[in-house]
């Protein structure tokens, strides 16, 4: 049995209690998270508070450290991804995808100058600067999904900007962070990152320590309000990626052979569990027959499997609770007069499989079209004026992707633009520019990661004047 220490003040640390992690794809034990008591909670937290002010003066070295960071993870990328996608389920091309993007974050940030001083006025009587500060010890609590880029994108530029970080990751999938602390021990000064584990209560209680100054989150809209209200009483920075109802519409002149293949990933990579996935599918009604068979042909023929056998394209679902989540779901439309064109139906066994599922015949008011599924479902619904469904695509309390599918690119552009979300693609969906600021309207967050916006957000603006005679 294996089991994943903590990280706290430079030093792994063993813990009192120890949370198995199942595979989720046959039930067999991964290994066993040590999980943070209180004390070792507070212990990280004033490690951090104590090593951020010469972290904060050393900037060669802190870029120094992350281009080694990034060579690190390269070096055991093997083992990462495969951790990953045991926890996780997804296959293992994916989860190698990711260990490399988290390489190339460390590696991007490591090139990225300090952030430049502005000078507002300098002459015989005033030199007025704007400098950038940082802010001090930064929380990251992270998601189950795509555990490792999604810290990743938040401990690079906070680092890089000067703080010291506390990391959480999700309880369904806390190893392969664990097992990046244990790698990453020697590379930052001790008490520079810190990891420790645990459910929702270790990262409320660590959200809520008074010497957190800014918390970096990706999560539920639930949570996201909770840690939202619980910053107020120490005015808490607070980055939000919370969740998404991704539309994307598809008008009457796109190309309905080379769109199938990106729509079909574009919603069900990794299983539908991801906040950019396409959740509702608004296609022209000269197209949606022949779109719904082919979409449902493609469902149809995907190889379910454990992530490690190299045929796989769709693992299974993350944890028993999506399961069951995506189960009702189904379940309600049914009862809501829906018609299932592919899947429909859990696999029996120990894994958490569920086929990708193309539905029609439901609309607003049912629940697996106006809630976030966050698994392997996609409602597919006709509109005959483009203006009702650009309306329907923005009638959602979520803002986070959408997506527009046409021959005319100019047109296509046009309409996205219109869409209330904080990424719109034209004939693709998912794709992230690495400079790109990641950020949600509406309900789906606050602030954004990613580019020189998410660099940003970890410090805090000084004006410094002085008057010169
Ligand atoms: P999901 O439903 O996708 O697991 P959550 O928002 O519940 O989304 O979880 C995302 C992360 O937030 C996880 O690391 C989880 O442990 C943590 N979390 C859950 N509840 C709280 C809370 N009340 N305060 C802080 N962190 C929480």
Redo the contacts with the bound molecule.
Sequence with gaps: MSRYPLLIDGALQDAEHYDEVLDPANGQSVGEAARASQAQLEQAVQAAARAQPAWAAAADSRRAALRQAAAVVREHAAELAELITREQGRPLHFTQGEVAGVAATFEHYAGLPQAPEQVLRDDGERLVRIVQRPLGVVAA?????VPLILLALKLAPALHAGNALVA?????TPLSTLLLARLLKDVFPAGVLNVVA???????????HPRVRHIT????????K??YA?GADDFKRLTLEL?GNDAALVLEDADLDAIVEPLFWGAFWNSGQVCFAIKRLYVHESLFERLVAALAERAGRTRLGHGLDAQTELGPLT?R??LERVEALVADARANGARIHSGGQRLEGPGHFYPPTIVSGIGAGVALVDEEQ?GPLLPVIPFRDVEDAIAQANASHYGLGASVWSRDETRGAAIAARLEAGLAWVNQHLDIHPGAPKGGHKWSGLGYEGGQRGYEAFSELQVINVARR
């Design positions: 609590i992270t998601p189950w999904n959480k990751p999700s309880e369904h645990g459910a929702g209560e270790v990262g409320e209680r660590l959200a809520r989150f990706t999560g539920s809209v639930a949570t996201g909770r840690l619980g969740g944890n609770q999506q966050f």
